[in-house]
């Protein structure tokens, strides 16, 4: 019966170890043909040449970067502005259209954002934010909302109440309740909307495909792209997996450092795909 | 692409009269309220309101990217009958299907593997859903590269075993089947997530009940697991249907919807309607017909996912 088990333990262990190196393995491929392969090292062995090579491509990975980490820090900001305040107002408070509102922002969910790109790419136009990031950020802030809000809203629905109403003995207003006596409670909601907001715009790809135009506004999913599309047929994949391998260490590690609250997410009966 | 939750109003009422009952202090909220869902009050309007009310519009005009739009009524969707999108409609159809089949059961398998905690569950678990910390397009840029670079890692491992060179994304099939591993590989780890968090909210009486009662393994998964679980079956569905119907990313950057463009999805379509021919009017009524498609079945999804919550 004991032999049964361990033999039944080790099995387990290798079919979940075989598993999970085909999950691991595309990556760890690409990471080392980014350091090995085509051109990697003049000498032909290990070397960062594929880096360099991506670092001088085209506006400069930089500029990239540096779009790439605008865009997401704005995207993290305008959805904390919107979400915090609402999710306390939607949790706590009574206030005229408050469920038009809420039904309204969940509709975001129920219309596939795809089909309104078309739309906000003049609506954009007409408000002076085409191949604008800040446009960007604001059309990404829109998508997060539904999570967010839902999120936030939990949060602060699963303080309990008896918070607010020694608040309110104490003098306090609803809004200095809000900031004083709830807002530290609803740190984790706040950190996974935060990495669920970063994770999102970071690696968002139809949207600034379509709102960007000028390469020196590209985000690094669409300059990735454009470099695979190669100059004269000729990909270069050394540079292509550099630049992959860029653009995934900042997600790789906020994802394995907040893994706790990328999972929140799930738990919390907020979600969107 | 879905909520689960009671409506907004059913938060509980504090039944002690405090000062949060009196007028003043009612008005004070009101106020707060106000000002507090403003942004969320702004956002959805500009960004979300108006250009949906712009798309409905759009979809009645002659709307080139540049110059002067005007009315043409039913025009863009009589244009919809083009054989390219019917061959697209019909596309995403079989890949949304292909893909939600394979993606379930994979995910089940995933997770059945790792619901009960034994030394390294945690670190199985982070190794599967690890991808769905990578964007979709960078997802396809690595699978680009193992597919289609003879010395990658995945060729060379074929190789030894004296399969290749693979033809992967040069066919039609071939494209399919292979953008479909990599849509497994990026999102196989996220739905698991979803059923773990299910199979972890079923009580362990439960089954300790059905074990009682006798009921063998097979027994117990078809009769209390797969029961039970039906809410985040439900909402894996949701979220694997509406995604492969709006799938971009992966054959843009994979594929670019070739080979002889076997596989242009409905949303790449749409995409080469608006930004490659330049035709908004015919773009924004493919995408009212997408949108009405998907609400339509989102609504029936949704309808279910709630009769199992309230069970």
């Not at chain 1, 598993?19 to 290990?46: M, N, R």
């Not at chain 1, 802030?141 to 839902?150: A, E, G, H, I, Y």
């Not at chain 2, 591993?181 to 299910?198: A, D, K, Q």
Request: charged content about 10%; some cysteine; overall charge positive.
């Amino acid at each position: 019966m004991k032999l049964r088990r361990t033999l039944g333990a080790t099995a387990w262990h290798v079919v979940s170890i075989v598993i999970a190196v085909a999950f691991l393995l595309p990556l760890a491929w690409t990471l080392w043909s980014s350091l090995t392969d085509s051109g990697a090292s003049p000498d032909g062995g290990f070397g960062f040449a594929n880096y360099s090579r991506v670092v001088d491509y085209g506006s400069g990975l930089g500029t990239y970067v540096l779009n790439t980490g605008a865009v997401a820090l704005m995207t993290v900001a305008g959805v904390l502005v919107v979400s915090v305040p609402a999710g306390y107002a939607f949790a706590r408070l009574t206030f005229p259209g408050k469920n038009v509102l809420f039904v309204l922002a969940l509709a975001i969910l129920m219309v596939p954002y795809a089909t309104i790109l078309i739309p906000l790419y003049v609506l954009l136009g007409w408000i002076g934010l085409q191949d604008s990031l800040v446009g960007l950020a604001l059309v990404l802030v829109m998508l997060q909302l539904p999570f967010s809000l839902f999120m936030m809203r939990n949060s602060f629905e699963s303080l309990p109440r008896e918070l607010d109403e020694a608040a309110y003995v104490d003098g306090c207003t609803s809004r200095t309740a809000f900031l004083k006596v709830l807002l530290p409670g609803t740190v984790p909601g706040v950190v996974t909307v935060c990495l669920y907001a970063f994770l999102a715009s970071w690696n968002e790809f139809i949207a600034p495909l379509i709102f960007l135009t000028d390469g020196s506004r590209f985000t690094l999913p669409v300059a990735l792209v454009s470099l695979r599309s190669g100059s004269l047929g000729q990909v270069d994949y050394g540079a292509l997996q550099a630049g992959v391998i860029v653009s995934a260490i900042p997600c790789l590690f906020l994802f394995l450092l907040l893994q706790r609250y990328y999972v929140r997410g799930f738990t919390s009966g907020a979600l969107k795909g | 692409m879905v909520t689960l939750a009671a409506p907004p109003d059913a938060t509980p009422r504090t039944t002690r009269r405090s000062r949060a009952g009196t007028s003043a202090h009612l008005a004070e909220q009101r106020r707060t309220g106000l000002l507090f869902a403003a942004p969320t009050a702004l956002v959805v309007g500009v960004v979300f309101v108006l250009p949906l009310g712009l798309l409905f519009w759009m979809s009645l005009n002659d709307w080139p990217l540049i110059g002067v739009s005007k009315p043409n009524w039913g025009a863009n969707f009589a244009g919809l009958s083009d054989p390219l999108f019917v061959k697209a409609a019909g596309f995403t159809l079989v890949y949304t299907i292909v893909t939600t089949v394979v993606l379930s059961a994979i995910a089940l398998g995933l997770a059945l593997l790792i619901q009960q905690a034994r030394p390294g569950t945690a670190l199985y678990r982070t190794a599967f859903f690890i991808p769905a910390a990578i964007g979709i397009s960078s997802s396809a840029l690595i699978f680009y590269g193992l597919y289609t670079q003879p010395t990658s890692g995945l060729n060379e491992l074929l190789a030894t075993f004296g399969i290749g060179p693979v033809a992967w994304i040069a066919t039609p099939a071939g494209a399919f089947w292979s953008t479909l591993l990599l849509v497994i590989w990026r999102f196989s780890g996220f739905f698991m997530l979803i059923l773990l968090t299910g199979l972890q909210a079923i009580p362990d009486e439960v089954y300790e009940a059905a074990r009682v009662d006798g009921a063998g393994p097979m027994r117990t998964f078809w009769s209390v697991t797969v029961p039970l679980l039906r809410p985040s079956l439900a909402l894996m569905l949701i979220l694997s249907v509406t995604g492969s119907v709006l799938a971009f990313d992966q054959f843009y950057v994979l594929t670019s919807g070739g080979p002889d463009n076997s596989t242009v999805t409905l949303v790449i379509a749409l995409y080469r309607k608006a930004f490659v021919q330049y035709d908004l009017g015919t773009a924004a009524a493919l995408s009212v017909v997408v949108l009405a498609f998907l609400l339509v079945l989102n609504l029936a999804q949704f309808a279910l996912l709630r009769r199992d919550n309230t069970k």
